[in-house]
């Protein structure tokens, strides 16, 4: 069993992936085919977003919407403490400060109530400048947006929507990568949209700000990349990446979409019946998450490990998203980012197991994990008895 399968994937859409390559190889357009515009303008219209200009993946496209914003040193830029790296690091790289804050135990995203108290106190201690929030569509689901931009509002807050999982799922009608002032998302091969290689894109409605992203991506460009009028970076996606691209979107526009949905429905309905011993995930009302990780809850770390290892042992892979909050990562050591409680981020740290999943992923795969799960549970009840 893989965890997240990219092999049955590439059978299914062989023809026509193998056809997109074919195309790139005999017109060897690999820098700035049309194929990238043509990606773009799909993913646009896809998310609604007014404007989307592609980059070489999704730390860029984090790191190019900063650049766009001129955020550096002296700046706050608040993250939610349970992400992947990145979120962090860009604004760290441009040399602002991130501020972590912690997260909800049900969705994993960002907590409006631990959000306001940070920017409240940064404020209070005056010495950082509050600029920016970056949401993270944690495993598939949007954040909170409704509660998040009242308070970006009321603090004169830009938000940057870091919706590398997060492609694919929406609030109501309203799509991940339009939520926020710009967004971004990741084409790692193992996201929601991923490519085969690196890979990402920035989404705003702003035409000044598109402007530039389009400039920074390219060498500062002004009439061409020849003309330079700023300092910029060399982050393009590749043509190739683009025309798979294209043929995933709209296999993830037919199927893939409803049937990850389908499958995490199932392991829904096959895991409650274990009750408080393993939480599934938690989709808000109105709110439809693209699913990138399915990841439950235990009750400690020690049940974490041993459901684990028992699962390894019976050749079912899983994955720990994440081992570690941000908060705790050396990187960060002495940059004076830690100005809130942090707890729900470090206890979910501790207890979350992601399970395999994707689109492909069959009923037979996946009776067999909750089955094997159930017989873990079992056993432990017998241990337990007998310690007792
Ligand atoms: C994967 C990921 C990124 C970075 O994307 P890359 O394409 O690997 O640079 C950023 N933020 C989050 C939340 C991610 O999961």
Known sequence: MQF??????????????????????????????????????????????????????????????LMVWNIGAGDAVFVPDFTFFASAEAPAYEGATPIFVDVEEDTFNISPASLEKAILRVKEEGKLNPKLIITVDLFGQPSDYQAIRRIAQKHGLLIL????????????????????DISTTSFFPAKPLGCYGDGGAVFTENDQWAELLRSYRVHGKGADKYDNVRIGMNSRLDTLQAAILSVKLKAL??????????????????????????????????FY????????????????????????????????????????????????????????????????????????????????????????????????????
């Not at 773009?40 to 609604?48: F, H, I, N, V």
């Not at 929507?161 to 926020?180: L, N, P, V, Y």
């Not at 409803?258 to 599934?280: Q, T």
């Open 161 to 180: 929507e870091d919706g590398a999982q997060g492609f694919g799922g929406r609030i109501g009608e309203k799509k991940a990568c339009s939520f926020g």
């Open 253 to 286: 526009r037919e199927y893939e979409l409803e049937n990850v949905n389908l499958a995490a429905d199932r392991y829904r309905k096959g895991l409650e019946n274990y009750g408080a011993r393993i939480k599934p995930p938690m989709v808000k009302k109105g």
């Open 4 to 65: 997240r399968d990219l092999q049955k994937q590439y059978e299914t859409l062989k023809p026509d992936i193998d056809q997109a390559i074919q195309q790139v190889l005999t017109k060897t357009d690999f820098i700035s085919g049309p194929q990238v515009t043509e990606l773009e303008a799909a993913l646009a219209a896809y998310t609604g977003a007014k404007h989307c200009v592609t980059c070489a993946n999704g730390t860029d496209a984090l790191t190019l919407a």
């Open 289 to 388: 998450s693209s699913w990138a990780q399915y990841s439950v809850l235990l009750e400690n770390e020690k049940r974490r490990d041993s459901l684990q290892s028992f699962l390894r042992e019976k050749g079912i892979p899983t994955m720990i998203y994440y081992r570690k909050p941000m908060s705790a990562q050396r990187a960060f050591c002495g940059m004076d980012c830690v100005k809130v409680d942090l707890s729900v981020s470090q206890s979910l740290c501790k207890r979350v197991l992601s399970l395999p999943l994707s689109p492909y992923i069959t009923v037979e795969e996946q009776d067999r994990v909750i089955d094997e799960i159930g017989t873990w549970i079992g056993q432990r009840g017998i241990e337990e008895m007998r310690q007792n």
